[in-house]
């Protein structure tokens, strides 16, 4: 869902005609309440648009997230109440931050977690360092695994005794992740069990 809204007198946010200030709300479980409030909250604060929706904080696709990053152009502004309200983690919080920097998007949120005034290059630096210091935990998970299955390999061991699938569901479960689905959605698809799914994915990885 999406709200636009009209006010007598023009935020300092809104006076550059060429920039947006758009916002983004989010609950679950039907919580109408709270998300009317987060709604009112971002008109407060200049969103002539606020997209919105119910959905769960792990879904990996939020649709009305996806279309507010999507509208979003250099100059314009990005807000939310709450970190909580748009990222279940850490490292896609960092990743869509530095996103935004790379565009010149500014984003805050009502807790002041970042300052409309502050240096995007400094900004941009920080934020960098702090996705490649997340990375680097699953860097190097990634390359133990990758060194357990070669031994596995190397000794003739079937990784596990792990049942196998048909190559041609091995490119369909990849296929299907490549394009965005969830886990989930992929075992809804193509019936595989979800620690099936998972494996295919972490081998398709580490080739």
């Known amino acids: 869902m999406s709200f636009k809204f009209k006010r007598k007198h023009l935020l300092l946010s809104e006076k550059n005609k060429n920039s947006k200030v758009i916002g983004y709300a989010r609950a679950t479980n039907n919580e109408y309440e709270y998300l009317e409030d987060q709604i009112k909250v971002l008109k407060?604060?200049?969103c002539s648009l606020?997209?919105?929706e119910f959905i769960?904080?792990?879904?990996?696709?939020?649709?009305?997230?996806?279309?507010?990053?999507?509208?979003?152009?250099?100059?314009d502004q990005f807000i939310i109440t709450q970190l909580d309200r748009a990222f279940r983690s850490k490292k896609e919080c960092l990743r869509t931050i530095n996103k935004l920097i790379d565009?010149?998007?500014k984003l805050r949120t009502l807790t002041c977690f970042f300052s409309t005034n502050e240096s995007s290059k400094a900004n941009s630096s920080i934020f960098r360092i702090l996705y490649e210091l997340d990375n680097l935990e699953d860097k190097n998970l990634g390359e133990r695994k990758k060194e357990q299955l070669l031994r596995r390999k190397l000794s003739g061991n079937?990784?596990?005794g792990r049942p196998k699938i048909s190559p041609l569901?091995?490119?369909?479960v990849i296929r299907l992740r490549n394009e965005g689905y969830s886990y989930r959605s992929i075992r809804s698809q193509t019936g595989i069990a979800l620690s099936t799914i998972r494996r295919v994915i972490l081998e398709g990885e580490l080739t």
Do not use: R
Request: with cysteine; glycine share 8%.
């Open 44 to 46: 407060e604060e200049g």
């Open 50 to 52: 606020v997209f919105s």
């Open 169 to 172: 569901k091995e490119s369909l």
């Open 158 to 160: 079937n990784l596990g």
């Open 56 to 75: 769960s904080l792990d879904e990996e696709i939020k649709p009305q997230l996806n279309k507010a990053i999507n509208c979003l152009s250099k100059g």
């Open 103 to 105: 565009k010149d998007i």
